[in-house]
């Protein structure tokens, strides 16, 4: 069984800064895809990051990069400059071997300061 | 915009009433998955479906049926809905990528039973 977990309900960081959400996540799978979804206070979730269990680099999207750490089975969000838009609910969520449904974790919920 | 809409977007129903929720998309991806998603659980999968006529169970497939009778509609129903099924629902839809195929999620709908 796949399970993806999140140990920060909430996070505070400061307009500009850096800030990094934790997501560890257990399969007995090799092959293994890692997401992170943003979900504004507004409901939708959008994709922002994918990851995949072979990549030799940490992947980038813009201000968001993936720090994947596979012998910790780590696979945690950066998300640098923050900006006000970014106060949201992020899940990180897995698809493991053949599966084709994404297990997801319970969430962090990032509130950007002024 | 991944072309996925839900009908209808809020509910309130009485228990033990049957429900059906609508999922419509208008660029014939084959997967769509039906997730519910619950305070402390992140979003957690009902049903998905791999074709027309063709669907699975998913971890929390009780109390739910589903049918995909053409392509782009996938419905799920409550055949005789429980407050425990109280939860906002999201379709999504796989897109295929480069590196991986991602799941785009639909807007969701709200569905309270009193």
């Known amino acids: 069984a796949q399970k993806i977990t999140q140990t920060q309900p909430g996070m505070f960081v400061q307009e500009k800064e850096a800030v990094t959400l934790d997501c560890t996540y257990d399969t007995s799978d090799q092959s293994y895809g890692l997401f992170w979804y943003k979900q504004p206070s507004s409901g939708e979730m959008i994709f922002l990051i994918y990851?995949?269990?072979?990549?030799?680099q940490n992947a980038t999207e813009g201000r968001y990069s993936l720090n994947f750490q596979k012998a910790r089975k780590s696979a945690n969000l950066v998300i640098s400059a923050s900006q006000l838009g970014d106060s949201a609910m992020y899940f990180c969520?897995?698809?493991?071997?053949?599966?084709?449904?994404?297990?997801f974790g319970s969430g962090t919920q990032l509130t950007v300061l002024p | 915009d991944a072309g996925i809409t839900q009908s209808p977007r809020h509910k309130v129903t009485e228990t033990g009433t049957p429900v059906t929720l609508r999922c419509h998309q208008t660029?014939?991806?084959?997967?769509m998955y039906w997730y519910r998603q619950d305070p402390g659980h992140g979003l957690r999968l009902i049903h998905y479906s791999y074709g027309v006529k063709d669907t699975d169970k998913g971890e929390v497939s009780d109390g739910y049926s589903v049918s995909r009778s053409k392509t782009e509609d996938f419905l799920l129903t409550l055949e005789s809905a429980t407050s425990s099924q109280t939860s906002v629902y999201f379709c999504?839809?796989?897109?295929?990528?480069?590196?991986?195929?991602?799941?785009?999620f639909g807007p969701g709908t709200r569905l309270t039973v009193l």
């Open positions: 990851q995949g269990s072979y990549d030799e």
């Open positions: 660029e014939n991806h084959r997967y």
């Open positions: 999504a839809i796989s897109v295929a990528g480069a590196s991986t195929d991602t799941q785009y």
């Open positions: 969520a897995m698809r493991a071997g053949s599966a084709r449904q994404l297990t």
